[in-house]
Structure formats: C-alpha cells, structure tokens
C-alpha cells in the first residue's frame, strides 16, 4: 500500500517563536502573541482535482497519508469519534460532545488525502455573537438558558465529506396515463329538502406502456463522512459554496481541529446513490410523458464516476443544562446557526393556559352561556341598514338604581313583558344565524313580532322602558331583514 507523505509542517512564528494560527477569511497564519503575519504558500494547483472512483476502491492502489505528518489524534471517551489537531494545540474537550478528552494522544492514523479544504470564514468572536442572536430568538426556552450557554466553549473543527460525480444511464419500464373525462348523472338533495337529478364530470386515466432509457448527470453530491453528527442537521446547515474550496494545506489547520472520515468511500457512494433517486425518477417521468406516469423498474448503471475527499469549516459548542447535553454547529463560511435546544415547560403551559382561556371565553360567548352587559348607546353605527342588529346570546341588561319609592312598580309586574321579549329575540337570533329555507326565515320573522309585541307592552314606568323603545327599533330592522329573505324563496 503506496502512502504519500506531507513534509513536516511547524507554524513558528518569525518574530517570537509562538506559534502561528490560521486567520479565518484570509490566507495567512498570524500569531496571537506579537500580532505578526505569514502568508500561506501557494499550491501547485488552484483547483481541487477529481479523484476516480474505481482506481481508489482497488485497495493496492489507494494513496494514504495523515492530516499532515505532524498531525496528532485521540479518541473522545464519550462519542468515540477520533479528534485530530496540529501540535502544540492539544485534544481538549470534545467538539462534539463536550466531554473532557484524557486518552492518550498519538500520530494521526491514515486517511485517504483529502484533495481540498474549505477555509473558516470568520472568527470565535463573530461565531459567538450568532450564537447569542440565535439565543435571542428561541422562544419558550428557560430563563437560564442563555447565561449558561454562553459560558461553554466554542471549538473549530474540520468536518470530513465526499463529493461524487457520475454519469448514470437508466433503463425504465413503465406506463403512460392520459386523462379524459365522462359525464355522471347522481341525485342529490336541495335547499328545500328536495330530490334532484344532477350532472357532473369525472375524470378517468388511460394507461399506455411505456419504457426507454434516460441519462443524467450529477455533479458535486455531498455525503458527510462523520457519525459524530446528525446527518440530517449537517444537511440543514447546506449550502456550501464548494467553489471557494482551496487545494487541501495542512496550514488551514493550524488552531483548529478536524476529524477523519467515519464513512468509507465505498459506502459514501451507496448513500449518494439513493441521493440521486429521486432526480432519476423525475427524469424518466418526464421521458415518459403524458398526464401522468408510473414507474415499475429502473435499472442503473454508473459511468466515469469521481470522487473528491474534502473538509468542510463548522463551530460547534456542547453545552449541558440540567444535566442534558445540547449541541449547536455554525456553518463557518454562510453563518448560519442550528442546535439543539431545551424547553420551559412552565413557559409552554402558561401559553397553553392563556389560549385555552381565550377558546373558552369565544366558546361560551358563542353558545350563549355568557352574558353581556347591554346599552343602546353602546351599540355601534350600522353602514348598512338592511342588515340585521342581533342581541348578544341570553343578554340581560342592567338596569339603572332607583331610590325607594311608593310608586315604583313592582319588577315582578314591570319586568315580565322585557324579560319574554329579551328571550324571544335571542331565540330568532340564534335562528338567524342558521336559516335557509323559506320556512326556516318565516318561523325567524313570527319570533321577531312576538319579541316587538312583547317589549311594546312595558310600561312607561318601567326602568327598562326606554332601553326597551330602542330594542323594538333594532328588532323592527331585523324583522325587515327577514322579510327580504321570505321575499327572495318565495
């Protein structure tokens, strides 16, 4: 097994002796010490190249090397995914899940090189501010929360992906479906409860054989190589601007860490493989055309793939809260923030309460179990007065003190007319709301009358005698209403 090998790589500092660290947006290492800067030295190539796929699954010809030939690794008690890092940075705490790593360290195991690196595009101060906007923005989360994140660390790290490119021929066979319709006689009932004969179209499919061979490109699938993270999050970190990636230099390492691949290059291939499924079936339905199409067998086979083993930037922060761990990663060149994240459970149940205080409140108003204190100078302006004015749900309206008097009715005597024309007119109100047919509105118009008749019958005495002179107004218009509507079925 042929392994190339990178020439030993020191980053010492010029002018003190420190050590150099990538400066992320730049091409420089500069020194947190003394402020100096070196330019990192150009490759040979500017562009990453494409490796061929068959020529590396043949293990015999595989070209192997570490990171760099000074790169250390260790493994995470924790998470087991394998940390590498460039002397004299050490292992620390693991990036992925926070735990402290004690094992002991040694040269970086082989891995296929990678053929490019996409440099981090901004600082641990920037990726700290997002992290706090993001913070910000999460609702229900517990009021400690935020302080207690902010105190955990925050760690640069290479993440191992496969691109792979193939041109793929697919043979098909399938069917052709083309609509047309036919005409439908059913009955059905009308508004007046009567039996009809209706007509109507219905749409029918004719099926065709159909089968052929469709080729597709793809270019540039991305297939994170990590187990250490949640592949579907890494995919909602997309997209990547694969083409700022520069040859791969060990320098862009230099204060960051970096894991080697998980998933081998064979398997990266059977996961971009079901990738590109769905393309493929879209392709071969539009081969197939018509209205529409199924699809009964697709036969794939693979031409001139090629693959590019590179490493993608992410700030990644493990934090514990209540003795759970959370994770958050930041995709180092777009900034764009996703994590885990714990909830108040006081804070949801107390949104809980107030939307189920609200529904009932709208429930009971609409049922008629809740009364409203009623005003005829309350009532609002009607732009349209051919519009019914209905009384709330079971209102009963106050009436105003009055101080002893001999000659004050009794309410017992007074009331009864009001109180049965307050309920006849919520009856034809609640039966308003529901009428349709001609007698369904007749029926709403008697029980307006009888309300009118009702409320003119309170005496002058009464407390509630003028409240009930403006009732019988409203009501007049309301009956109007519905007499228009009797006119209408008639």
Same mark, same amino acid.
């Given at each position: 097994?042929?392994?190339?090998?990178?020439?030993?790589?020191?980053?010492?500092?010029?002018?003190?002796?420190?050590?150099?660290?990538?400066?992320?947006?730049?091409?420089?290492?500069?020194?947190?010490?003394?402020?100096?800067?070196?330019?990192?030295?150009?490759?040979?190539?500017?562009?990453?190249?494409?490796?061929?796929?068959?020529?590396?699954?043949?293990?015999?010809?595989?070209?192997?090397?570490?990171?760099?030939?000074?790169?250390?690794?260790?493994?995470?008690?924790?998470?087991?995914?394998?940390i590498t890092f460039e002397p004299p940075d050490v292992a620390g705490d693991c990036p992925f899940c926070g735990t402290a790593i004690v094992a002991q360290t040694h040269s970086a195991?082989?891995?296929?090189?990678?053929?490019?690196?996409?440099?981090?595009?901004?600082?641990?101060?920037?990726?700290?501010?997002?992290?706090?906007?993001?913070?910000?923005?999460?609702?229900?989360?517990?009021?400690?929360?935020?302080?207690?994140?902010?105190?955990?660390?925050?760690?640069?790290?290479?993440?191992?992906?496969?691109?792979?490119?193939?041109?793929?021929?697919?043979?098909?066979?399938?069917?052709?479906?083309?609509?047309?319709?036919?005409?439908?006689?059913?009955?059905?009932?009308?508004?007046?409860?009567?039996?009809?004969?209706?007509?109507?179209?219905?749409?029918?499919?004719?099926?065709?054989?159909?089968?052929?061979?469709?080729?597709?490109?793809?270019?540039?699938?991305?297939?994170?190589?990590?187990?250490?993270?949640?592949?579907?999050?890494?995919e909602q970190l997309e997209p990547w601007n694969l083409e700022k990636i520069a040859p791969y230099d060990p320098s862009y390492l230099a204060g960051f860490k970096a894991q080697r691949?998980?998933?081998?290059?064979?398997?990266?291939?059977?996961?971009?493989?079901?990738?590109?499924?769905?393309?493929?079936?879209?392709?071969?339905?539009?081969?197939?055309?018509?209205?529409?199409?199924?699809?009964?067998?697709?036969?794939?086979?693979?031409?001139?793939t090629t693959f590019k083993h590179i490493l993608l930037p992410v700030w990644m922060a493990s934090y514990r809260f209540k003795n759970k761990r959370y994770q958050v990663m930041i995709?180092?060149?777009?900034?764009?923030?996703?994590?885990?994240?714990?909830?108040?459970?006081?804070?949801?149940?107390?949104?809980?309460?107030?939307?189920?205080?609200?529904?009932?409140?709208?429930?009971?108003?609409?049922?008629?179990?809740?009364?409203?204190?009623?005003?005829?100078?309350?009532?609002?302006?009607?732009?349209?007065?051919?519009?019914?004015?209905?009384?709330?749900?079971?209102?009963?309206?106050?009436?105003?003190?009055?101080?002893?008097?001999?000659?004050?009715?009794?309410?017992?005597?007074?009331?009864?007319?009001?109180?049965?024309?307050?309920?006849?007119?919520? /009856?034809? &109100?609640?039966?308003? !709301?529901?009428? +349709?047919?001609? #007698?369904?509105?007749?029926?709403? =118009?008697?029980?307006? $009358?009888?309300?009118?008749?009702?409320?003119?019958?309170?005496?002058?005495?009464?407390? /509630?005698? &003028?409240?009930?002179? !403006?009732?019988? +107004?409203?009501? #007049?218009?309301?009956?109007?209403? =519905?007499?228009?509507? $009797?006119?209408?079925?008639?």
């Amino acid at each position: 097994m042929a392994a190339t090998t990178s020439p030993t790589r020191r980053f010492p500092c010029q002018s003190c002796g420190a050590t150099l660290e990538y400066d992320p947006g730049s091409k420089d290492l500069v020194c947190a010490y003394c402020g100096s800067s070196q330019a990192i030295a150009p490759t040979l190539t500017e562009q990453v190249t494409e490796q061929t796929y068959a020529h590396f699954l043949n293990e015999k010809h595989t070209q192997i090397a570490a990171l760099s030939q000074s790169a250390m690794e260790a493994t995470c008690p924790g998470c087991q995914a394998s940390i590498t890092f460039e002397p004299p940075d050490v292992a620390g705490d693991c990036p992925f899940c926070g735990t402290a790593i004690v094992a002991q360290t040694h040269s970086a195991n082989p891995v296929i090189t990678p053929g490019g690196v996409l440099p981090f595009q901004f600082g641990r101060k920037q990726a700290q501010q997002k992290i706090r906007h993001w913070l910000g923005k999460l609702r229900f989360a517990p009021n400690g929360l935020k302080k207690m994140a902010q105190n955990e660390k925050l760690q640069g790290v290479y993440l191992p992906f496969w691109t792979y490119d193939s041109d793929t021929s697919n043979r098909y066979k399938g069917q052709r479906g083309e609509y047309y319709y036919v005409t439908v006689t059913y009955t059905d009932t009308d508004s007046e409860g009567k039996k009809v004969t209706k007509t109507r179209q219905e749409r029918r499919t004719r099926w065709h054989s159909a089968s052929g061979v469709v080729t597709k490109f793809f270019d540039d699938i991305l297939i994170a190589a990590t187990e250490a993270v949640n592949t579907k999050r890494l995919e909602q970190l997309e997209p990547w601007n694969l083409e700022k990636i520069a040859p791969y230099d060990p320098s862009y390492l230099a204060g960051f860490k970096a894991q080697r691949y998980q998933t081998n290059l064979k398997d990266g291939f059977e996961i971009a493989k079901s990738k590109m499924v769905p393309d493929i079936r879209s392709a071969i339905c539009r081969d197939i055309g018509g209205d529409t199409q199924r699809i009964h067998s697709i036969k794939t086979t693979y031409h001139q793939t090629t693959f590019k083993h590179i490493l993608l930037p992410v700030w990644m922060a493990s934090y514990r809260f209540k003795n759970k761990r959370y994770q958050v990663m930041i995709n180092a060149q777009t900034g764009e923030v996703l994590g885990d994240r714990p909830w108040s459970v006081l804070k949801i149940a107390a949104a809980v309460l107030s939307v189920s205080l609200v529904a009932l409140v709208i429930f009971l108003a609409r049922t008629g179990q809740l009364s409203f204190d009623f005003r005829p100078e309350s009532q609002p302006r009607r732009s349209n007065p051919t519009q019914p004015v209905l009384p709330p749900p079971n209102s009963a309206p106050t009436t105003p003190a009055q101080p002893p008097s001999e000659t004050t009715p009794s309410p017992t005597s007074t009331d009864e007319a009001f109180r049965r024309g307050i309920n006849i007119a919520t /009856n034809a &109100a609640n039966r308003t !709301q529901t009428a +349709q047919s001609l #007698q369904e509105w007749e029926q709403v =118009a008697n029980l307006w $009358i009888q309300s009118i008749e009702q409320l003119k019958q309170v005496p002058a005495s009464s407390p /509630n005698y &003028a409240i009930a002179q !403006q009732k019988v +107004q409203n009501y #007049q218009a309301n009956l109007n209403y =519905a007499r228009q509507q $009797i006119e209408q079925r008639q």
